[in-house]
């Protein structure tokens, strides 16, 4: 997970780049990440994701740089490059991951959700939990599916992040860079 002592941070910023809504663009960030003690920040997509190299406590960091030069005030979840390793080892939905990637998800959360809430959520065959992230196969679809984040969400009582598998592998292979 370290080097140079430092630790490599996959950054997921909620609610970015939401059509017209929450822009941040990503070659502004990557300067204004910079001059707030995070350099060499790579992005990948339009979507809010974020890996670094330091040993700074970066979800704060990040936020208030969102907050302050775009006017976003949105939680930042972040995982280290080994828990993300983790996570995409656990999938419970392997055969998704391979066979559909875009509609394979993840909702990163930013607490651990209570074993009730966990309990009745997982009564959905294509949900399970496991720490703080929640796996979903949207089987065939995502909009329109009333399983989604927003439903994660309001069962679990805590806000979260969703990303495919297709990015989460791609974060993963960008965070192997550093």
């Known amino acids: 997970m370290e080097t140079n002592g430092m630790t490599v941070?996959?950054?997921l910023l909620r609610a970015v780049n939401l059509g017209v809504r929450n822009k941040v663009p990503m070659a502004e960030l990557r300067e204004r990440l910079a001059e707030a003690g995070l350099p060499g920040a790579r992005t990948h997509l339009q979507s809010g994701n974020v890996v670094v190299d330091s040993d700074l406590e970066v979800a704060p960091v990040i936020r208030a740089v969102v907050r302050e030069s775009f006017g976003v005030d949105e939680p930042v979840l972040v995982r280290s490059r080994d828990r993300l390793e983790e996570i995409l080892d656990a999938?419970?939905?392997?055969?998704?991951?391979?066979?559909?990637p875009t509609l394979m998800r993840v909702v990163f959360l930013a607490e651990h959700p209570s074993p009730e809430r966990v309990k009745r959520l997982e009564e959905h065959d294509d949900v399970r939990v496991r720490d703080r992230e929640v796996y979903i196969d949207y089987r065939t679809g995502v909009h329109g599916n009333p399983l989604n984040a927003a439903m994660v969400a309001r069962r679990l009582a805590l806000h979260g992040t969703e990303r495919n598998w297709t990015t989460l592998t791609k974060l993963s292979e960008l965070a192997k860079t550093f």
């Open 9 to 11: 941070w996959v950054a």
């Open 91 to 100: 999938n419970p939905f392997p055969a998704a991951a391979r066979e559909r």
